[in-house]
């Protein structure tokens, strides 16, 4: 923040100037006080532009546009004067440091925080488009870091979503680091670009990185439409999140209300309070509220010594003089901060500068060389200012390369070294369940039994049909057509229970109960007649999203640290055995259970190097024996390292969807020999389904593989868009459909096409749920529920909803084939009769 020049207005409009907060090719901007003391910030265009009569056109049209947009994430438009002779624009001042800024002082902002911060943005977003907008240059120095939240800034190249341009035609707008494969290619953008550039820009609050640096000019374009982010340094469930923005196919990205959801399930007004900035950039929002407090003196004291309010016979110091006197109260001790928020419309800036200055940057929206800018002035994202108001630089490359540091490192999970068996712990000392209701839950022990190690591939149970897990679609999905209506209403829930978040894991039945697992890392048992009450609670399992697996007479899950697997009696919830493979390994995810008494497991094997901890790790399979307590591993073949795995598991073969698109099948008894692999391509979805001795894998097509063999039993092929998802029961075999949405049904052992049932828009990442006399799959928004489909006519028959929008908090349904559905949405599970 620098103080006034004498060739800079002293007023315009009803607002008098106080500092400079910057400058760019455009104009400066300044820190003004209107005349009921409000502060705000004024974009002043310069004076050779104002000449052009095209641009006040534009400009005209783009106050228009930005005064247009609400919300509570957004700085407002207060007043403008497009039409005098210098044009100008004010806005609401925001207090806050960009999110270029405090990443580049700090490193990367912790996990809550950008949760929080996709929240509010995405919040930005839905208020922009609303209005028939596309921001079109959402980066880290267009996102302010306010105390109660952020605000997404800069609407200087939006674009009106009917496709009129309200800025040129025939440039490249936006920021190389942070543009959508549309942009790159010159396409037109609509919402879903923000929403790409939004994943960015998370990605770099997480990582202190753009998602796709290393690269400059044609190939960081090429990066963007070609290449995938590079999300290693951003942590769950942000990486998730983050690669639902990240479709190339902007059809299928992921809304911003559904993406505001996903960050803040409870809204984002829930987490964007007083302390969602972690300490340093709250330090950051003090200095330059200082800032602008002590810029307020200053012109005060300028007008009383201008005799402008000034009582008789008071003598005042020189403005000099109070410049050279005052640090800001509020500014903490050391700590330089910029003193101002920039408001500018940098993307003006970008799309004339070569118009009017016959300068072209390499990089759109960057700083570039002083002619650019004006009167050699940098672009005004470009600087902050210390608390007592001396300028300093502060390079835009911070926004590329940023520094590699978190704020707050996440703590290291405990291992125990020396594990001894104990009894269950229990009774009035343990802590209470969500629900008061809810009986006294049992808990996992601290104490763990040793156990020896082998080395073996394993794998888990199959019953009639066993179906894998499934990823993000990379296909168009289409709508469903105008007869895709139920039938009729769907059935009232028999009960609804409600307790804390429920995990990403469909329940499992047993004797007559469902077994789910609940935040913050619980085991509940419901009646499937009335489940509005847990029969028993068991806390202490890991919050991995995999279903309970029921091995060796005990529902089987891991431990919340370190390489731990516990049995909880499934009739009682008393702990039956707790067994801890030592600090050599690391589990992570149940795969599945065989046998009766084997359970697979998803892992790492660690190697420690004295006292600098772990060195490496390699993702290893484990096959557990209960009944002998031996731990069985082998590392995964290379092509499938960083490939999750989805295995359909069986006495016998271990079956999966490898790194290199092959089925893949492993022996389950042995070393974990490789029996075939049946080459499928790019477009195999990980989600395998095993029905008696025969495997099915789809993508444009539908491929039943022998079990033993390998060998190809039939295929059928999609006549257009893809099979996404799979569900199997009886002699017949289930997969969604993307273009048109819906269902079909085949003859398991041929691949007859028994019906095809269209529905609307699907949710095609999920199973298809069997029941005996329907097939349940969720729709793609949450807030529209699930349908049902009778499995012998292919009828559409409901819709069940609780119109509730969870984000990335997907339905999870399950059934136990005696008319028990189990349908599980965010913090509530509802038992339907579907008999």
Same mark, same amino acid.
């Given at each position: ?352 500068? $070569?118009?009017?200055?016959?300068? *072209?940057?390499? =990089? /759109?929206? +960057?700083? &570039?060389?002083?002619? #650019? @800018?004006? %009167?050699? !002035? ?90 894998? $897990?499934?990823?993000?679609?990379? *296909?168009?999905? =289409? /709508?469903? +057509?105008? &007869?895709?209506?139920? #039938? @009729?209403? %769907?059935? !009232? ?109 998803? @892992? ?232």
């Amino acid at each position: 923040m620098r103080s006034l020049r004498p060739e800079d207005p002293q007023q315009l409009g009803p607002y008098r100037l106080l500092a400079r907060l910057g400058a760019g090719g455009m104009g400066r901007v300044y820190l003004a006080r209107s005349a009921d003391g409000r502060t705000v910030a004024v974009k002043v265009i310069r004076p050779e532009m104002a000449e052009d009569s095209n641009f006040r056109i534009r400009f005209r049209r783009e106050v228009a546009a930005a005064a247009a947009v609400g919300g509570v994430y957004t700085a407002p438009v207060l007043d403008a004067a497009p039409d005098a002779e210098t044009p100008w624009l004010a806005t609401a001042y925001v207090a806050g440091p960009t999110l270029a800024e405090a990443v580049a002082e700090h490193g990367p902002l912790p996990v809550e925080t950008v949760l929080a911060l996709g929240a509010g943005i995405a919040e930005a977003l839905t208020a922009v488009h609303a209005e028939g907008l596309v921001h079109r240059d959402l980066k880290p120095s267009n996102v302010l870091l306010a105390a109660d939240g952020p605000r997404v800034i800069d609407f200087g190249i939006v674009r009106a979503r009917d496709g009129y341009e309200l800025t040129g035609d025939g440039s490249l707008f936006g920021s190389l680091d942070y543009m959508c494969p549309e942009q790159a290619t010159g396409e037109q953008m609509g919402p879903e670009g923000d929403v790409f550039c939004l994943g960015s820009v998370l990605a770099f609050a997480a990582s202190g990185h753009p998602p796709f640096g290393g690269a400059a000019g044609a190939a960081l374009l090429y990066q963007v439409v070609h290449g995938s982010a590079d999300l290693t340094q951003v942590p769950e469930p942000l990486d998730k999140i983050i690669s639902l923005c990240h479709t190339k196919d902007p059809a299928l990205r992921i809304d911003p209300d559904r993406l505001s959801a996903a960050c803040a399930p409870g809204g984002a007004d829930q987490v964007l309070t007083e302390g969602w900035l972690p300490g340093p950039v709250a330090d950051m929002i003090a200095a330059r509220r200082a800032a602008a407090a002590l810029a307020e003196r200053r012109a005060t004291a300028t007008d009383l010594v201008r005799g402008e309010g000034a009582p008789d016979g008071v003598r005042t110091a020189e403005p000099a003089a109070l410049a050279d006197a005052a640090e800001p109260e509020s500014a903490a001790p050391g700590r330089p901060g910029s003193a101002y928020a920039t408001v500018g419309w940098p993307g003006y800036d970008t799309a004339l500068a $070569g118009e009017h200055a016959g300068a *072209a940057t390499g =990089r /759109p929206g +960057g700083s &570039g060389p002083a002619g #650019a @800018g004006g %009167a050699g !002035e940098p672009d005004e994202g470009a600087f902050r200012a210390d608390g007592a108001g001396a300028l300093a630089a502060e390079p835009r490359e911070a926004e590329r390369h940023g520094p590699g540091r978190r704020l707050q490192e996440r703590p290291e999970r405990a291992t125990d070294l020396d594990p001894v068996r104990a009894g269950a712990r229990g009774g009035a000392d343990d802590p209470v369940p969500e629900r008061s209701a809810t009986p006294t839950p049992h808990r996992a022990r601290t104490t763990r039994s040793r156990v020896s190690r082998r080395t073996l591939l394993t794998a888990a149970a199959a019953g009639t049909a066993v179906i894998g $897990g499934a990823a993000v679609l990379a *296909a168009r999905r =289409r /709508p469903g +057509g105008p &007869g895709a209506r139920p #039938a @009729g209403p %769907a059935p !009232e829930p028999a009960w609804v229970f409600r307790g804390g978040p429920l995990l990403q894991a469909p329940a499992v039945f047993h004797n007559g109960t469902a077994l789910l697992k609940t935040r913050p890392g619980t085991m509940v048992c419901l009646d499937v007649t009335n489940g509005a009450q847990p029969r028993w609670v068991y806390q202490g399992i890991s919050l991995s999203p995999t279903p309970v697996l029921l091995a060796n007479d005990a529902a089987v899950a891991l431990g919340g640290t370190g390489a731990t697997l516990i049995g909880v009696d499934p009739a009682g919830g008393t702990e039956r055995f707790t067994l801890d493979f030592g600090e050599d390994y690391q589990f992570d995810q149940l795969l599945g259970s065989y046998d009766d008494y084997s359970v697979s497991v998803l @892992g790492a094997s660690l190697r420690r190097s004295g006292e600098q901890g772990v060195a490496t790790s390699t993702s290893t399979v484990f096959g557990v024996d209960l009944r002998t307590r031996r731990a069985l591993v082998i590392p995964i073949d290379p092509e499938d390292v960083g490939v999750p795995l989805h295995p359909v598991i069986t006495s016998d073969y271990f079956v999966y969807a490898d790194g290199l698109r092959n089925v893949a099948a492993r022996n389950t008894h042995d070393d974990g020999t490789l029996r075939w692999r049946h080459q499928v391509g790019y477009d195999l979805r990980p989600g395998l389904a095993v029905l008696g001795r025969t495997v099915f894998a789809i993508g444009s097509e539908f491929i039943a593989l022998d079990l033993t063999t390998g060998r190809v039993r039939w295929q059928a092929k999609a006549e257009r868009g893809m099979f996404a998802s799979l569900g199997a029961g009886g002699n017949t075999v289930y997969a969604t459909g993307t273009d048109p949405y819906g269902v079909y049904a085949f003859n398991a052992a041929n691949g007859t096409r028994r019906w095809f049932c269209e529905t609307p828009r699907l949710n095609v990442d999920s199973p298809i749920a069997v029941g005996a006399h329907a097939v349940y799959v969720p729709a793609y928004e949450n807030k529209d529920g699930f349908y049902a489909i009778d499995t012998a006519s292919g009828r559409l028959l409901w819709n069940f909803t609780d119109g509730r929008e969870t984000g990335v908090n997907d339905w999870q349904l399950s059934c136990d084939g005696n008319g028990h559905l189990v349908a599980q949405h965010f913090d509530r599970a509802y038992g339907l009769p579907v008999t």
